[in-house]
């Protein structure tokens, strides 16, 4: 069983930067695949960025070049570095795992951008 907690959110105004965290706890060696997701009030949950055990990177063209996503080696924590951040980046930020014990998501974090 892993657990996911993400910090790092908050309110920024349109170019500034955030970096978000994510902790995992438990059985995180069963990891595959770690990702950050994003949903704005009245739309559905998105794909922001994910990272493979290899780590091979994959980011929504809406992000690609302002958002960085990384890990540690044992899955212990990813973070999600956004630069440039724009009014439309605003929405809860969740954590997922995808691991030979199924998925987990974390409770969210708010990202607030201000124009």
């Known amino acids: 069983q892993v657990q996911l907690v993400e910090s790092g959110g908050g309110l920024v105004q349109a170019g500034g930067s955030l970096t978000l965290l994510c902790v995992a706890a438990g059985n995180t060696l069963s990891i595959n695949v770690m990702g950050w997701y994003r949903q704005a009030p009245g739309k559905q949950r998105e794909l922001v960025a994910g990272i493979t055990t290899d780590g091979t990177t994959d980011y929504d063209p809406s992000v690609k070049g302002r958002f960085t996503i990384s890990r540690d080696t044992a899955w212990k924590a990813m973070y999600l570095q956004m630069n440039s951040l724009k009014p439309e980046d605003t929405a809860a930020y969740y954590c997922?795992?995808?691991?030979?014990?199924?998925?987990?998501w974390g409770q969210g974090t708010q990202v607030t951008v201000s124009s």
């Open positions: 997922h795992a995808t691991g030979r014990g199924g998925s987990v």
